[in-house]
């Protein structure tokens, strides 16, 4: 007989009141069915917690929460995280949708002890009617691949995602590797804005595990709109302070000198590319 494990699906909430029910129900079609879904509305202003109460009461498998205050991106996450009770976890923004297959096809590979996570291709799609994709990104074949093809991936900018939304974990491992402030010289208040720690729970989790697997199939769709913190934020502030959080893993849980050195160019040609001095970041010892 197959043991099916507990899969806990984290959905932090704010102010999603028109995109919720979507974003849930996508969560809901999984055809592996052994899962639970941890939303914690994190005191939406508009309907949220109305949807949300609604949906509670269609199925038991949706487990919802509301925090007294707004507690800000990152705790609110790490608050879906300690309700939660499965083996492995899959964090859903909720602005995003996730394809019925997505827990199928990722599931299997963290039967193996070596990998840490496992990703799939993701899309970004426009708010629109057509639901206009705007680009799909891949590392290439599915398989299995050492942890420093990733760790390199994402330091040195290539097709890697940032984003622990299209990945599947065990939940231990988020809860061990969510971080939710990231020391810095810039008075950066990452835990209010969300850049970093994001990509520290895929970094730190890949530094310890040998593999990580990648499922090259278009199984998550990450939406573009004005109030998503892609978006928001603008390219100068998303690059400037996930090269903060990565400066950060470098300097910690990096012991090759050539990497440091190559991070360093990275680090050097943004400083060119943006006004990164608004940002209060002069020179490379800033980022550290």
């Known amino acids: 007989m197959k043991e099916y494990k507990l899969v806990s699906i984290l959905i932090p909430v704010y102010n999603r009141e028109h995109l919720i029910e979507e974003t849930v129900q996508s969560a809901l079609n999984q055809t592996y069915k052994n899962i639970e879904i941890i939303i914690v509305d994190n005191k939406s202003t508009d309907e949220t917690w109305n949807v949300l109460s609604k949906l509670s009461k269609q199925d038991d498998r949706i487990k919802i929460f509301q925090n007294e205050t707004n507690i800000g991106p990152v705790r609110n996450w790490k608050r879906c995280v ?39 291709g993701r899309e970004i799609f426009k708010n629109d009617v057509a639901r206009t994709p705007l680009s799909y990104m891949t590392i290439g074949d599915s398989g299995i691949y050492p942890s420093s093809k990733y760790i390199n991936g994402v330091l040195f900018r290539k097709n890697y995602p940032n984003s622990p939304a299209c990945a599947l974990f065990r939940l231990k491992d988020i809860k061990s590797n969510l971080m939710i402030d990231i020391p810095n010289k810039i008075d950066s208040d990452f835990a209010m804005h969300g850049i970093g720690a994001d990509v520290l729970i895929f970094l730190i989790t890949a530094s310890e595990y040998k593999n990580f697997a990648f499922v090259n199939e278009k199984l998550v769709h990450f939406r573009a709109h004005e109030t998503s913190i892609t978006i928001n934020s603008g390219s100068g502030k998303l690059l400037l302070m996930y090269a903060v959080a990565k400066a950060f893993f470098v300097e910690k849980y990096i012991k090759e000198d050539n990497t440091t050195e190559r991070f360093n160019g990275e680090l050097k040609a943004l400083i060119l590319e943006f006004d990164s001095k608004k940002f209060k970041i002069s020179n490379i010892k800033d980022f550290y």
């Open 82 to 120: 300690d309700e939660a009770s499965g083996e492995y976890a899959k964090i859903l923004f909720s602005d995003d949708l996730m394809d019925t297959t997505f827990l199928e096809s990722t599931i299997n590979y963290l039967k193996d002890d070596s990998i840490g996570f496992v990703f799939t």
